[in-house]
């Protein structure tokens, strides 16, 4: 069996994409990594170089900004027809896996590799909000999506590239993978996370929470759910330095010294789903 893993980037260093993060965090079950460098002018596709590992292959494209997000889409399948895998493990440039899931995730692929029932295996989203220690689940932020696709022409991704569907048009078959995706897009100061939307939207992208401003408020912290898990090692760095994470972390300890999920640093994600309104 062949993994191999791709992406696509473009002005990461502009916006704080943590794709080495990211990349690496897959890299010990893959046999390959393609990366999309698109056109950027930041320094991106020498930030993506500097991952001194032969598994790790660079292509470089212009992206036409002008087809909206559906570029997103384009150019991640322009970079799936270069992964010669039997899965294509696919990651955007701001989500990563946690290391301790990486056994499962091999095993799981083993596991349907024979069976061409299945089309994708599914894993549970958790949208890191304002703190590293808080996440979304409230509607609007889409909480599953699938990241392994069988690798054999039938599966492309699509609109803006959130997901992946059949060519055929057949609903896609999953399998869930029992894993969790760690989403960092939303975990910055509100001056970048204004710039990021509005790039976003500059592209024709409808993001959540968006409202125009120069600042974005993430508003209260306390009214969305606690993560006390642990994070992903490749991020453990960016969680230390991120200093509104740092003062949350310290109220959550205060308050939840007693629970078993802070006591035993259990990475849970709740099934309660939380309606929140930005005011």
């Not at 990651?91 to 024979?114: F, G, K, N, T």
């Not at 590293?132 to 492309?156: C, H, L």
């Not at 996370?193 to 600042?215: H, K, T, W």
């Not at 994470?245 to 205060?254: F, K, L, P, T």
């Amino acid at each position: 069996m062949k993994v191999s893993g791709f992406t696509i980037v473009r002005n990461a260093v502009k916006f704080h994409y943590p794709v080495i993060a990211s990349i690496t965090s897959i890299l010990p079950i893959c046999d390959e990594f393609i990366v999309n460098v698109g056109d950027s002018d930041d320094g991106t596709l020498d930030l993506v170089r500097s991952i001194k590992d032969p598994k790790v292959r660079v292509i470089q494209n212009k992206w036409d900004m002008g087809k909206g997000p559906a570029v997103l889409s384009e150019q991640t399948n322009i970079v799936l027809s270069h992964c010669a895998g039997d899965w294509a493990f696919y990651l955007q440039s701001d989500e990563v896996i946690h290391e301790a899931d990486l056994p499962r995730l091999r095993s799981c692929m083993r596991r349907y590799w024979h069976d061409p029932s299945v089309d994708a295996l599914r894993f549970k989203w958790l949208h890191f909000y304002g703190s590293f220690w808080r996440y979304r689940i409230d509607a609007g932020w889409y909480q599953k999506q699938d990241r392994i696709i069988r690798n054999n022409g039938t599966v492309e991704s699509h609109g803006d590239a959130f997901g992946f569907q059949r060519k055929d048009g057949a609903p896609l078959r999953q399998k869930n993978a029992g894993c969790l995706l760690y989403h960092y897009g939303w975990v910055h100061s509100g001056t970048l996370m204004a710039s990021r939307l509005s790039n976003a939207v500059g592209i024709g992208y409808a993001a959540p929470d968006a409202p125009a401003g120069s600042v974005y408020d993430y508003g209260d912290l306390d009214r969305f759910p606690i993560y006390f898990g642990t994070h992903p090692a490749v991020m453990q760095e960016a969680v230390e330095a991120h200093a509104l994470s740092a003062g949350d972390w310290q109220v959550i300890r205060r308050r939840h010294r007693f629970n078993p999920f802070l006591l035993f640093r259990l990475r849970y994600k709740t099934f309660k789903r939380v309606r929140h309104k930005i005011e």
